[in-house]
């Protein structure tokens, strides 16, 4: 699994198309993601805080009340996104590779781009904000 890269890396004209082709790789493997946390959650090997901050991300998800309404068009959604991205970067960190590997059903180069698309999105999130979230999961 490669390092998060730092958002000018991302957003550099350098890696923008890459980026693109990730996040658009990683959409498509949704379907497969939802089925692999759910596999994490389930395997006695991942580390209990990373499947309770996960399950407590999905709550958040499901719950009415959000720091940022979501009525407010766009910005609304960025609290659940931000928080699911941290809470499945953790998951997938905290299991490790082989384990991954090992309850992943698609194709390999599917859960590197998978993999590397969590790591842009968690490596965008403010160096406060993801000191928190480390902290808390």
């Given amino acids: 699994m490669s390092d998060a890269l ?7 004209p350098a890696h923008g198309g ?3 082709r990730w996040m658009k790789e990683a959409l498509l493997a949704f379907p497969r993601m939802v089925k692999l946390v759910g596999r994490l959650i389930r395997d006695p ?5 990373a499947k309770a901050f ?3 991300a999905l709550g958040y ?14 910005v609304g959604e960025t609290d659940d996104i ?4 941290l809470a499945l970067h953790r998951l997938i960190r905290s299991a490790g ?3 991954v590997e090992e309850l992943w059903d698609g194709p390999q180069d599917i859960l590197e ?13 403010p160096a406060r904000l993801s000191w928190l979230v480390r902290r808390i999961a």
Avoid: C, N, T, Y
Avoid at 61 to 74: A, C, E, H, Q
Avoid at 82 to 85: K, S, T
Avoid at 113 to 125: K, T
């Fill in 6 to 12: 730092a958002p000018d890396e991302v957003i550099g």
């Fill in 18 to 20: 890459d980026a693109k």
């Fill in 45 to 49: 090997r991942v580390p209990r805080r």
């Fill in 54 to 56: 996960a399950l407590l």
């Fill in 61 to 74: 998800v499901v719950s009415p009340i959000d720091l940022i309404p979501d009525m407010i068009p766009v």
């Fill in 82 to 85: 931000l928080i699911v991205v």
């Fill in 97 to 99: 590779h082989e384990v």
């Fill in 113 to 125: 781009i998978v993999e590397h698309a969590v790591d842009i999105a968690a490596g965008l999130v």
